[in-house]
């Protein structure tokens, strides 16, 4: 069984520090990565995919990468704003996709 | 592209009633779609896979006769919750892939997330 672990569970930085999201997984065998961010009381918005053969992706501030034979994936946002400030899911797809518990950021102005 | 509409946004009901949450992909064929529970504080649980035109599959401790899925076409799955209580209130979200689990599992296509349905049962 998948095991998906995020830490810290919660961080608080001024703004403009760069963020660093750490997330594990137990199960080295999977097809892709995905960063989301979610906002209270919404849905899911998908931040960044890395597929399996792939070592980073970037987009614009955020930049991810993953280290699959370690089971390991850093999400880094940089130069964070407080419209940065939300919960952000790390998700494994295997055989299904196994969501860790998030990171709660808060960006203060 | 690839969109994923959920209606309704929310919804209260009272206990004993069903609820039906209806999932639509807007702009692509959704060969697989999943529904997802979500209780506060917590992340997202896997309840149900679902095939266009076969019977879904649930994950293990999902009631199937509580939880019922349909998923009659290509672009729309339904999720009822039947004789619902107040342990079911929770927010319910759905994706969809155009990617087909097969027997094997899924082909590492990107699921696309639905906003989600708020369920309050009193």
């Known amino acids: 069984k998948q095991e998906v672990t995020q830490i810290p569970a919660a961080l608080s930085v001024p703004e403009g520090e760069n963020l660093v999201l750490n997330c594990s997984f137990t199960?080295?065998?999977?097809?892709?990565l995905q960063w989301f961010r979610q906002d209270p009381g919404k849905g899911l918005t998908s931040l960044l995919l890395?597929?399996?053969?792939?070592r980073e992706q970037t987009s614009g501030r955020l930049n991810a990468s993953l280290d699959k034979s370690s089971g390991r994936s850093t999400l880094y946002i940089a130069a964070s704003q407080p419209g940065d400030s939300a919960t952000y899911l790390c998700?494994?797809?295997?055989?299904?996709?196994?969501f860790g518990a998030g990171t709660t950021v808060t960006v203060r102005a | 592209g690839a969109v994923v509409s959920q209606h309704p946004s929310w919804v209260i009901c009272k206990s004993g009633t069903s609820v039906k949450i209806e999932c639509r992909s807007l702009?692509?064929?959704?060969?697989?779609m999943f529904w997802y529970r979500q209780f506060p504080k917590q992340s997202l649980m896997l309840m149900a896979t679902?095939?266009?035109?076969?019977?879904?599959?649930?994950e293990q401790g999902v009631e199937k006769d509580k939880f019922l899925i349909n998923h009659a076409s290509l672009t729309l799955s339904t999720l009822t919750v039947t004789s619902a209580h107040p342990e079911d209130s929770s927010f319910y979200i759905c994706?969809?892939?155009?990617?087909?689990?097969?027997?094997?599992?899924?082909?590492?296509?990107?699921?696309?997330f639905g906003p989600g349905t708020r369920l309050t049962v009193t």
């Open positions: 994706s969809a892939t155009p990617g087909d689990t097969g027997l094997a599992g899924p082909t590492g296509y990107e699921q696309y």
């Open positions: 199960d080295s065998a999977i097809y892709n």
């Open positions: 890395i597929q399996s053969s792939q």
């Open positions: 998700a494994v797809n295997g055989y299904k996709l196994s």
């Open positions: 702009d692509f064929q959704a060969t697989t």
């Open positions: 679902s095939n266009e035109g076969s019977k879904a599959t649930y």
